[in-house]
């Protein structure tokens, strides 16, 4: 299968810093990208829809000046956590869409975040 | 309602046992329907994916969908410590649109 890589892979940072998280499809091109949070023993939620060029689509409730989104290449995606605060620590995933035959999304490794 | 139910568990069976994993939905229009393990602080990872009614066998797993009950499984055959994890159905309306998920199945392998 296709390899989607993120990093960092775990951060800790203090309350009212911002935190980047990179979202890289290795071995193709992704002109889509999606992000989701995901709390213990929960399923994923998607936060937002990343296209490249343009702006993100984000899920009602999520707050897009809260988590900025930038898709500037086919293959990095970026989300930023700003003014980070405790109830933003979870575990981020993304993922990337892979257009084949059939579409398929492709996760990666998730990225987890903590606020002190 | 939810679009997509799936027995939380936690399920616990011994080595060598037959897994049965399910989900149901509730609109017709899904079309796609996949499986992802999920292990513990990991990334989800796919497992199978179908897009017809019946059975899709890929080594110990088989993915079976019946459109006219709304209802997926994914069997495990002989299974193994190493499956231990959680088990999320996934289907889509549309290719390459968003993944409805289930709310996940914990599984326990016991040696």
């Known amino acids: 299968g296709a390899v989607v890589s993120q990093h960092p892979s775990r951060v800790i940072c203090k309350s009212g810093t911002s935190v980047k998280i990179e979202c890289r499809s290795l071995?193709?091109?992704?002109?889509?990208m999606f992000w989701y949070r995901q709390f213990p023993k929960q399923s994923l939620m998607l936060m937002a829809t990343s296209n490249e060029g343009s702006k993100a689509t984000y899920e009602q409730g999520v707050e897009k000046d809260k988590f900025l989104i930038n898709h500037a290449s086919l293959t990095l995606s970026t989300l930023t956590v700003t003014s980070a605060h405790p109830e933003d620590s979870s575990f981020y995933i993304c993922?990337?869409?892979?257009?084949?035959?059939?579409?398929?999304?492709?996760f990666g490794p998730g990225t987890r975040l903590t606020v002190l | 309602q939810k679009e997509v139910e799936q027995d939380p568990g936690p399920l616990s069976v011994p080595e060598g046992a037959i897994v049965s994993l399910n989900c149901t939905y509730s609109?017709?229009?899904?079309?796609?329907f996949m499986w992802y393990r999920q292990y513990s602080r990991k990334g989800p990872e796919l497992l199978m994916y179908?897009?017809?009614?019946g059975n899709k066998e890929d080594g110990r797993f088989t993915a079976q969908v019946d459109k006219s009950s709304k209802y997926i499984s994914l069997f495990i055959r002989d299974s193994q410590p190493s499956d231990s994890a959680t088990y999320l159905c996934a289907l889509i309306y549309n290719q390459g649109g968003k993944l409805i998920f289930g709310q996940g199945t914990e599984l326990s392998v016991k040696p």
């Open positions: 609109n017709s229009a899904f079309q796609y």
């Open positions: 993922s990337a869409l892979w257009q084949g035959m059939t579409d398929t999304q492709y």
């Open positions: 179908t897009y017809s009614s």
């Open positions: 071995d193709f091109q992704a002109t889509t």
